[in-house]
């Protein structure tokens, strides 16, 4: 693998100064246009109980709307963040916690929903995306808990989703069975679902929801049983499958991290009860998904997909999706993963671990990625790095993806700048000159 080395050939621009934090989702950040990059006021990954705006840049000018904002926000919630645009309009999905949040019930993993809102209406009111009912067994179509790291199917008509569920949360607190696991769903656009009633706990959604994979708090070793599933994408430019990591254990025991592919036909999957239970209360997957586990490394020296947490990515043609594995000397690769055959290679040869999730371009052509703070550019085909400047003087780069801007001539990303009190995180553009 060749690497260029011409830092000198990068231009870094800091597009926002706001006493704020400003953090890019890992994944569809931008407005359909191009011309504009949405994100949330978290100051770090985890501050989503305290923040409480939403926002969107104009790439163009640098000039930022605040299209949303937490009605009464208190130190326990309700919080926003992750926000993800539709592919052909500015319709939002972002996590919201619910609205009654306080120091009794604080924001949390399961209480939380995903929000939707028209960033071109003037009025701007948030829809729930799924519905939510706090039972046994809720409406067809409806959950019981919280789903965030909600990403768009390329034509937009179903959100996928990582979920955690308050009802068996809340039945494990009282002592009447095991603890939630987390798992992953989809839910399709315009297939409104009404819950029986409505409060700050429970209410209806725009969208109908279902659970794609089964998990278990036993998962026998050396079998495809999933203890937890997430960091999913979808397939390709379709809406009937997505791929995600599902924590499996060895033959020997350990948990280790596998790609698996979950697929339902359309349109019978939002057109049928979705609502069945394991034994354990779980809801289940309807009898019409097949999952399927992709990979099998468990004989590897470093088996399973590990590295910097990363979702999915999928090619645009969906024949194969790129995640983070380690090599034989423990240094974390970018890796391609074929999803017919099972096949995984290590496409890069870092001498340093990846230290950032991946983004793709528009192409399926370039990889980005960060090793020993400089950012690089990744030809697939040439298998040749192209890098940027070592960024680790200026700015200190917590966490996050950088995006290949529209134009792709460049790079969007969210870092702090280390030479300022206090170190609000903030957007830059890194771009070829």
């Known amino acids: 693998m060749r690497k260029r080395s011409d830092a000198n050939a990068w231009h870094l621009r800091q597009w926002t100064s706001q006493a704020c934090g400003h953090t890019l989702n890992h994944r569809q950040i931008f407005s359909p246009s191009g011309r504009a990059a949405y994100f949330d006021a978290r100051n770090a990954d985890p501050e989503i109980m305290t923040t409480d705006r939403v926002g969107r840049i104009d790439l163009g000018t640098g000039v930022i709307d605040w299209v949303y904002e937490v009605p009464s926000p208190n130190p326990f919630g309700p919080g926003v963040g992750a926000v993800v645009c539709h592919p052909q309009r500015d319709q939002l999905v972002f996590i919201h916690g619910l609205r009654n949040c306080d120091a009794v019930k604080p924001y949390s993993a399961t209480r939380r929903f995903g929000a939707m809102l028209d960033a071109r209406d003037a009025s701007r009111s948030l829809q729930p995306a799924e519905a939510r009912c706090l039972v046994a067994d809720p409406p067809s179509g409806a959950l019981r808990g919280g789903t965030h790291a909600h990403s768009w199917s390329a034509d937009g008509s179903a959100i996928s989703f990582t979920y955690n569920d308050a009802w068996i949360e809340e039945r494990h607190r009282q002592g009447l069975g095991p603890s939630d696991l987390r798992t992953v769903g989809v839910m399709r656009t315009g297939r409104p679902v009404e819950a029986p009633w409505q409060d700050s706990e429970n209410f209806s959604g725009a969208c109908h929801a279902m659970i794609v994979a089964a998990v278990s708090h036993s998962p026998q070793p050396g079998t495809d049983t999933i203890e937890s599933a997430r960091e999913e994408c979808f397939l390709g430019s379709g809406q009937d499958a997505i791929a995600f990591l599902g924590r499996v254990r060895t033959a020997a025991g350990d948990p280790i991290d596998e790609v698996f592919v979950a697929r339902w036909p359309e349109p019978l999957a ?117 890098w940027g400047p070592d960024l680790r003087e200026s700015l200190e780069i917590r966490w996050g993806a950088f995006h290949f801007l529209p134009c792709e001539n460049g790079l969007l990303f969210h870092a702090a700048p280390k030479n300022r009190h206090p170190r609000w995180q903030q957007l830059w553009t890194l771009t070829l000159h």
């Open 270 to 386: 939002f057109s049928t009860s979705s609502n069945s239970r394991d034994r354990d209360g779980r809801l289940h997957p309807p009898d019409f998904v097949r999952v399927e586990r992709v990979t099998r490394s468990e004989d590897r020296k470093y088996p399973g997909v590990r590295g910097p947490r990363a979702w999915l990515v999928s090619s645009p043609d969906g024949r194969s999706v790129f995640c983070p594995m380690r090599d034989e000397e423990d240094v974390v690769q970018v890796a391609s993963v074929d999803i017919a055959s099972g096949r995984f290679e290590l496409l890069t040869r870092l001498a340093a671990s990846l230290e950032s999730p991946l983004a793709l371009d528009s192409r399926g052509a370039r990889i980005s990625l960060m090793s020993e703070g400089r950012v690089g550019i990744f030809d697939i085909a040439t298998r040749e790095i192209q």
